[in-house]
């Protein structure tokens, strides 16, 4: 059983920056893969950021690309979410997810066996 809990969501203005957290328990952190997604009022899930178990290697949707950074801290058994130059259309539930293996990083949710319940994030225009 693996418990994440995501940390930093709020309200922030359009153009301003804001960092995610996501802390994982229950088993042995490095070597999983870890992903972000999100969820929006009305709009499915969709694929943010993810980031292999060495944080060698990491993936982004394409709308997220050169603004968002997703990073690793396996000593603290933590992910993060930089996100700057935010818009509003990035506002949703930011919600953190574990592979349940190691390997490439995906962008699919259906690899993904461990789940948080999400931290808000609003940007205002």
């Known amino acids: 059983q693996v418990q994440l809990v995501e940390s930093g969501g709020g309200l922030v203005q359009a153009g301003g920056s804001l960092r995610l957290s996501c802390a994982a328990s229950g088993r042995t952190f490095s070597g999983y893969v870890m992903g972000w997604f999100r969820q929006a009022p009305g709009n499915e899930r969709e694929f943010v950021a993810a980031i292999t178990g060495s944080g060698r290697s990491t993936i982004y949707r394409d709308s997220v690309k050169g603004r968002f950074t997703i990073s690793r801290d396996n000593a603290k058994n933590t992910v993060y979410l930089q996100m700057n130059s935010l818009k509003p259309e990035d506002t949703a539930v930011y919600t953190c997810?574990?592979?349940?293996?190691?390997?490439?990083?995906?962008?699919?949710?259906?690899?993904?066996?461990?789940w948080g319940q999400g931290t808000p994030v609003t940007v205002s225009s």
């Open positions: 997810a574990s592979h349940s293996r190691s390997g490439l990083a995906s962008s699919d949710p259906y690899d993904y066996v461990y």
